[in-house]
């Protein structure tokens, strides 16, 4: 992470990944064969690349960073 404002990207996107992840576990137990869901489902894993590589880099920071970043942004 080259700067405080990528931090803060990573953990918005982050925080945004895991908020779409639990509507789909939602949606998924509800019927998760319905073309709605699986339209979904294909949308949260084309993104899921860029939020890998911005876990990848949040996981790479000082604790007291993870901590004040999280803090700050949810």
Known sequence: MA???GAEED???LI???RELK????????APSS?????AMRTY???AEPVRDAFH???ALPS????SAIGELR
């Open 45 to 47: 894993l084309a993104k």
């Open 16 to 18: 945004d990944a895991r």
């Open 3 to 5: 700067n405080e404002a």
């Open 35 to 39: 073309p709605d869901v699986v339209k």
């Open 64 to 67: 007291g960073t993870l901590r």
């Open 23 to 30: 509507e789909l576990s939602a949606l998924l137990e509800v």
């Open 11 to 13: 953990v918005v996107l």
């Open 57 to 59: 880099r949040f996981c």
